[in-house]
């Protein structure tokens, strides 16, 4: 309730405040940040002013370079599940370089499903790697076999 009353009259109640709305005496007059409204010498301020320029350039540095392992992450994953490639993903891969290392642990899933899939004789993959033709014959002479053994057998056929 604070945060709305404030919203609504702060601006209002500043004028009244600092005597006829004459703005904040220790800002410039750009409404900057100045060495005098911060207490400190000229000197310290542009020493504060470099450190604040240095500490958003690490920190924007850091937040690439994460954003950079996630999209390694993802095209990884993309790759593990056979999925299409992300346009974004790739060019936010080239501006980092080589910066971005997969994790240990993903690194060792993927390799691990890998090897799985290279040694599993799952059906699917018979299922791919078998002919046709032979299958289709065999089904044949199978049944063919079946109906003799049937009509040996049984009088009313």
Do not use: H, W
């Not at 919203?7 to 940040?33: C, H, I, P, T, V």
């Not at 390694?72 to 593990?80: C, E, G, I, Q």
Request: charged residues 40%.
């Amino acid at each position: 309730m604070a945060f709305l009353m404030n919203q609504m009259l702060g601006s209002k109640l500043k004028g009244f405040s600092d005597g006829g709305g004459e703005g904040d005496s220790k800002a410039g007059a750009d409404g900057k940040e100045t060495a005098e409204s911060k207490g400190m010498s000229r000197e310290e301020f542009e020493e504060y002013q470099k450190q604040l320029v240095e500490e958003k350039i690490q920190r924007d540095k850091d937040f690439a370079t994460k954003k950079a392992g996630r999209a390694n992450l993802r095209v990884a994953l993309r790759d593990k599940y056979r999925l299409p490639d992300s346009a974004q993903d790739s060019a936010m891969l080239q501006m980092a370089g080589d910066d971005v290392d997969l994790p240990e642990e993903l690194a060792k899933m993927v390799d691990e499903d890998e090897e799985e899939e290279e040694t599993d004789d799952s059906l699917l993959n018979k299922l791919q790697n078998m002919d046709l033709d032979t299958l289709k014959t065999k089904a044949q002479s199978t049944v063919t076999e079946l109906r003799q053994t049937a009509e040996e057998k049984c009088i009313l056929m």
